[in-house]
């Protein structure tokens, strides 16, 4: 069993459940890792939580999503850093940030179960898209692989960072504190090969929601 405990700054790590479903909740993507024929593979997915499963998805054409969708272990990483913390000196500088790692084995999902499972990614990234736009047809379903890797008590933890920069342990003048950091939205930008004339609710809303205030 992978060992999920912290040897340095204990009191960062976390396995509260609201902690991790949070942080899920709040970031779009992260990186799946996983072993292919002895050699370390990491691709970067956007996920969703759907309660008690993270749901991911690619091409069937794939090979080494068709390698942990055949039960290989897998871990899925998140990270948000939310301040650069400038201390006294490069040595005492860090960041403040909220991490997980989610331990486990995915499951592929099939029939009414996929079709659902990327119903609610697409929700998750762009709440209220599915109604604007036709269904996924057949063929896309068939060539989407579509997984859920399941949130098990002791398959995961979360590991946080906050606060200013630490009180120097020497004489100094230099300025030491803290650079928040925000993740904003810009105004949303037609295709070219767009026809219509106005922005759809979904894309203004999900704007909307990231303009800096």
């Known amino acids: 069993m992978t060992d999920l405990s912290l040897h ?101 999902l099939r029939d009414v179960d996929r079709t659902i499972a990327l119903d609610v990614l697409s929700e998750r990234i762009l709440p209220g898209r599915t109604a604007e736009v036709r269904p996924m047809t057949r063929q896309e379903q068939s060539r989407t692989l579509a997984m859920a890797l399941p949130i098990a008590e002791g398959g995961f933890m979360v590991k946080t960072r906050t606060g200013t920069a630490s009180a120097p342990t020497e004489p100094t003048d230099a300025w030491h504190g803290l650079v928040e950091l925000r993740t904003v939205a810009l105004e949303p930008e037609p295709a070219p090969t767009s026809t219509a004339q106005e922005v759809p609710r979904s894309v203004r809303d999900f704007a909307g929601a990231r303009v800096l205030a």
């Open 8 to 108: 340095r700054h204990q009191e960062r790590g976390s396995t509260e459940r609201a902690a991790l479903d949070a942080l899920l909740d709040d970031v779009l993507a992260g990186t799946l890792s996983t072993v292919v024929d002895g050699k370390p593979w990491v691709v970067p997915m956007i996920f969703a939580r759907d309660g008690d499963r993270i749901l991911l998805h690619g091409s069937t054409g794939a090979g080494a999503l068709r390698h942990v969708a055949a039960g290989a272990p897998a871990a899925l990483a998140v990270i948000a850093v939310d301040a650069l913390v400038v201390g006294p000196t490069t040595f005492d500088s860090s960041a403040n940030y909220r991490s997980a790692v989610v331990h486990g084995h995915l499951t592929p």
